[in-house]
């Protein structure tokens, strides 16, 4: 799916339902609208904004896990071309934009897991994100991040992302995160 287009779950591959698909879009697409400020009242596109305008769902799929047949995972992937925009001052990704991007994917699969076992899916919060850097990405290479959940618990989710240089068929970083369910806000 190209950025900025209409959502359309045709063109997105793997086993999961239309509906979880669809969810999921439409996530990715609400990421891609800009915000207005509580400070000025103006409107402004942050950081997520502008890299999630670049990201394209390629799959969404719940598969078996090698480990543990009668338990599943979730697996996304998402790629986006690197720009001159997300360049640092050596002209190679910047590690910074490179983490923002890992970051926006790696809740993914964990809401598409969750969503399609008929549990509602939740995004949650990155409580934890470590990130190993293998290669440089260079401008105008294509990415491939590949995000899988590892465990799922009522409170903390766990999981991996691999991001692979397509162009250059190299590792370019790997991840592994803790992601929590944000406690509900007091009502006193």
């Known amino acids: ?99 923002m991007i890992i970051e926006i994917c790696s809740g993914t699969p964990i809401y598409v897991l969750r969503a399609s076992t008929g549990a509602f899916g939740v995004f949650g919060v990155q409580q934890s994100l470590n990130i190993m850097f293998h290669s440089p990405a260079m401008p105008g290479d294509k990415l491939r991040i590949v995000s899988t959940t590892l465990a799922l618990g009522s409170r903390a989710r766990s999981g991996r992302c691999e991001v692979w240089n397509v162009t250059r068929h190299r590792l370019v970083a790997s991840a592994a995160y803790i992601n929590m369910v944000p406690s509900e806000p007091s009502k006193l």
């Open 1 to 99: 799916m190209k950025p900025g287009s209409d959502i359309d779950t045709s063109q997105v591959e793997g086993n999961a339902s239309p509906e979880v698909k669809q969810t999921l879009l439409s996530a990715l697409q609400h990421m891609r609208l800009s915000r207005v400020s509580r400070s000025t009242g103006k409107p402004f596109r942050g950081f997520e904004t502008e890299f999630a305008s670049r990201l394209q769902l390629t799959e969404v799929s719940i598969l078996s896990k090698t480990e543990e047949s009668e338990k599943f995972e979730g697996h996304v992937v998402v790629q986006v071309i690197v720009d001159e925009e997300m360049l640092n001052e050596v002209g190679t990704m910047h590690g910074g934009c490179l983490a």
